[in-house]
């Protein structure tokens, strides 16, 4: 397939439209949106839907999908804000207040990267490459490649990049088949070894054998995490969409511990 920058767009947000129960003209009508939320079996396998209140945008407007029961207080906050201060403090803490009375709170925050196609490319790395298929894969349920590779879903681990120095794995990039049309890129390398370009090699590497696949490669990162969305960039994603989503409060309690 011969892949444009628009393609790939058009696919995420029809992604996105199943993960949260809305259509693509959501994401660019140019207003806010309030959607309820539903179980979906195509969307992203790791999504725990219905969603308490799930917050996206592609940059225009919010797509709030959400529980029923909540959406005075969605619509309120999204329509009090500017759409890119929705995402962030201080204004995250007037929903993160609204919903704690309830028994919730905000709990992931994150930017979703897509492949630029104009700029992609496989970056040159100093060592050995090898395409990784899923069998590859059953004993590096560790933690050093605990970005790579999901254990608690080893069964959407579906290709990956190794790098190898004296026959030994260094770096690892994989993705997880998370829906039909979208693999999830994670990249792993071994402390001793990185700042040496392995990373992105590994990333734009993998990225291109996904669209060679005909599915469409993401990368996902907080924000805050400027190693990681360094390695977005350099590998040649760019800036999608962002997302912010509310959980129960035990939920956000046992991740903390």
């Not at 945008?57 to 959400?66: F, K, L």
């Not at 700042?195 to 054998?209: D, F, V, Y």
Request: glycine content about 4%; aromatic content about 10%.
């Amino acid at each position: 397939m011969k892949w444009t920058n628009g393609m790939i767009k058009q696919i995420a947000m029809q992604q996105s439209a199943l993960d949260a129960n809305c259509s693509v003209k959501d994401f660019i009508c140019g207003k806010n949106m309030v959607i309820i939320s539903k179980e979906n079996e195509l969307a992203r396998k790791y999504l725990k839907l219905p969603h308490v209140c799930n917050l996206i945008s592609y940059g225009d407007n919010i797509v709030a999908t959400i529980s029923e029961k909540y959406r005075d207080i969605v619509e309120q906050y999204i329509n009090k804000y500017p759409v890119e201060h929705c995402f962030e403090t201080p204004n995250m803490h007037v929903l993160n207040d609204a919903f704690q009375g309830l028994g919730f709170r905000v709990c992931f925050m994150a930017e979703y990267f897509l492949p630029d196609v104009s700029v992609l490319t496989a970056l040159p790395c100093d060592y050995e490459l090898k395409i990784l298929y899923a069998e590859d894969f059953q004993e590096l349920y560790t933690a050093e490649w605990s970005n790579a590779l999901c254990e608690k879903r080893k069964e959407l681990d579906v290709l990956g990049v190794g790098a190898y120095y004296n026959g030994k794995l260094i770096g690892m990039a994989a993705c997880s088949a998370d829906c039909e049309t979208m693999w999830q890129i994670g990249v792993d390398v071994l402390p001793e070894y990185r700042r040496k370009g392995i990373a992105s090699a590994l990333t734009s590497r993998l990225a291109m054998e996904i669209l060679e696949r005909d599915k469409v490669p993401f990368y996902c990162c907080a924000w805050s995490n400027l190693k990681s969305a360094r390695n977005a960039i350099k590998s040649g994603f760019r800036p999608a969409w962002v997302e912010m989503t509310v959980k129960s409060a035990s939920t956000v309690d046992e991740m903390n511990m």
